[in-house]
């Protein structure tokens, strides 16, 4: 995420980059915005579910929000409100991509569907809604989260997902608010093409992947990225039909939460 020699004493820098839409200018033009932060001390009858699979055994379990409101409203804080320090490197469970898949096979045989949760994490920057996402290289690009354990709860696993990829590492306690739901996607085959829906000739999904919102404090968070990822403030601009450069599922979210009303801080 930060390069060695950016480091100052006990201060460095860390940087959100993004890249302009063409109707702007080039793709190959990057705005860095310089942060300088101190290191880390009802659907009833379950109709587009799996036959046979009750719909509750994927329900989420929210605790502050049990009303719903037809009109959602979320408070989007400014990126320069938090701070951002280097943790060791977070490296994939598997090499390749085909290794990948033959795990999933594997754990599928024994356990059945994967299941995975990733955090939607929304800052303001130029007066525009910006999702934070990590980098690895430079082309791809992913949401924090990962694979549930056996039986996990999909909440309570995201918190704990979440603490592994961004939270400190000074013994401070760090809360994650989950918001809501904004994303269900799901995986016929060993593959990696994923659909917002389940194809009707397939009974037996490989993968189930939601995805939340996760509401930022309005200040003093501290997010620890591995030094192996970048940390990337990606405006909805960029992500929007843009599947070439991000994927189908970050390239979704700004339809996926078009449906909430942002009040910048």
């Known amino acids: ?13 860390v940087y959100s980059e993004f ?38 055994a994927y329900g989420a379990k929210y605790s502050d929000n049990t009303n719903m409101n037809i009109n959602r409203t979320i408070n989007l804080y400014p990126l320069t409100n938090y701070t951002f320090g280097t943790k060791e490197p977070l490296f994939e469970k598997d090499p390749s991509v085909p290794a990948r898949f033959q795990r999933m ?9 994967r299941r995975s949760v990733e955090g939607v994490l929304l800052v303001h920057e130029h007066g525009l809604p910006h999702v934070l996402l990590l980098q690895l290289g430079t082309t791809f690009f992913k949401l924090p989260g990962g694979e549930l ?5 999909e909440i309570e696993g995201l918190k704990r997902l979440m603490t592994e990829t961004l939270g400190r590492q000074d013994g401070v306690h760090q809360e994650w608010e989950i918001e809501d739901t904004i994303g269900n996607w799901w995986r016929p085959n060993f593959e990696p093409p994923q659909y917002p ?19 930022l404090p309005e200040k003093a968070a501290l997010f620890a990225v591995p030094r192996n990822y970048k940390l990337v403030a990606a405006p909805l601009f960029e992500l ?11 390239s979704s979210l700004p339809q996926a939460l078009c449906r909430f009303n942002f009040i910048y801080m």
Do not use: A
């Open 1 to 13: 995420t930060l390069d060695p020699k950016t480091q100052t004493g006990d201060r460095f820098n």
């Open 197 to 215: 829906y389940i194809p009707p000739h397939i009974t037996k999904p490989k993968e189930h992947k939601k995805l939340f919102l996760v509401q």
């Open 240 to 250: 929007y039909d843009n599947s070439q450069g991000y994927g189908p599922i970050i």
């Open 105 to 113: 096979r594997e754990e599928f045989d024994k356990i059945g569907m």
């Open 19 to 56: 890249v302009l839409c063409e109707d702007c200018c080039s793709r190959d033009t990057m705005i860095k915005t310089e942060i300088k932060s101190e290191p880390s001390p009802v659907n009833t009858r379950g109709s587009g579910w799996p036959k046979g699979t009750p719909q509750t």
């Open 149 to 153: 354990n056996p039986g996990e709860d």
